[in-house]
Every structure is written in C-alpha cells, then in structure tokens.
C-alpha cells in the first residue's frame, strides 16, 4: 500500500528523515519529548515514487523515543467517533459560571481578590474549552494506524543496527486515546509495559502495538 494516504508534507517529519537516513548521519539516539506533530514520513517517503527515486541510506539509529499527538499534521485524528454519543461530563461546571458557590455559605464578598482561586481556575479552563470532559474520541481510525504502522515497519528494516524504537501517540493507554508502537532487538527487554503483567518474550525482535483499553 501506499504510505501517502493524502498526507501534506510535514517539513518536520521530513527534515527528521533526512538526518537519520542520510549518508552522513552518525546519529545514533533520537528522543523527542513533546507530544509533537509528526507525520509518518519520519519513518518512510511519503508516497512510492519517492521511496524509489529518492535513495534512502541505512540509518545507524539504535534507540529512538517518539512522545507524539494523536493529532496528525493535516489537523485530522487518529481517534473519532460520533460526540452524539457520549454524554459530557456536566458535574465539571458546577460553579465554573457562578463564584459564590464556592464560598462559604456566610460570605458576603464581593471583590475579586476574595472570589476562591477553584472558581478562578475552573473558569479558566471553561474559557480554554478544557471542561466540560467529553471523550467522544473512541473509535480509532483504522486508516490512520494502518499508515503509521506499514511505516514504521519498512522504517526499522532500514535500521540495521536498532535496539528498541518506543513510539506514544497520546498518553492514556488506560483511557480512551492512545497509540504505543514498541520494537525490540532480541536482547532488549520490555521495561515498563504498558499493561501489567504482559509477558514478554525476550529471545527474538518483537513489534508491539497497544491502543488505548477504552477504544471501540
């Protein structure tokens, strides 16, 4: 398959590619701290063309860390689902419009250094759309995931020399949306599984996929 899948050119991703799989790269640790943005061209050309024209070196990367979005750089998710069909949580709110329901019950304040600092900061979030929780985001795009992984997995056959490569897309595994992509070398052991009590079986290279417990 195509790995394009109508994905814009992500000049990050792109730029990321290009030290690791060039013939000068001597790079041989990556680790990105974010969530950023990346696009699954860090890992392969964007469409079949490219990967036959555009030669692509043997990366000397041995341990890469990806802390990336669910959200993808054309804006879109790797998580959607129907907002119809979850109910927002409204027990986040209460007091969020109205001050003195915090207070106590015989305070008669009226300016705005005595409003308590839970109503200042429940309105902040108010304000930035942080609350009302609504996770509506349950159902994993299917097309999205099946880019990312045919990615990554013609990516690490051109990573000769890799011990572990640790991908997080989102960081509520035991919630609604994340993806946790794990490839490791027969001798790297499984440190900190995602879920507890997975056993792993160290002895031959492993590609691990978790999505998050509450996905549809």
Known sequence: MSIARSLLVDVLSIALHSLAFSAESVLKELYLSGPFILSPHFFWPGNEEASINEKIYPSNLQRVTIESSVITPEGNWYYTGDPASVPIYTEELRGA?????????????????????????????????????????????????????????????????????????????????????????????????PVKGEVDEVGKRRFKIWVGSQTS
């Open 97 to 193: 419009d109205d001050p003195d329901s915090d207070s106590d019950s015989g305070s008669n304040a009226s300016t705005d250094s005595l409003i308590p600092d839970s109503f200042n900061t429940r309105r902040e979030a108010l304000l930035n759309g942080d609350i009302p929780n609504h996770n509506w985001r349950t159902q994993l795009d299917a097309s999205y995931l099946d880019t990312l992984i045919s990615a990554i997995a013609r990516g690490v056959q051109n990573m000769p020399d890799l011990k572990r490569l640790s991908l997080t897309r989102g960081m509520q595994l035991q919630g609604f949306r994340a993806v946790i992509v794990e490839v490791l070398d027969a001798d790297e052991e499984l440190r900190n599984p």
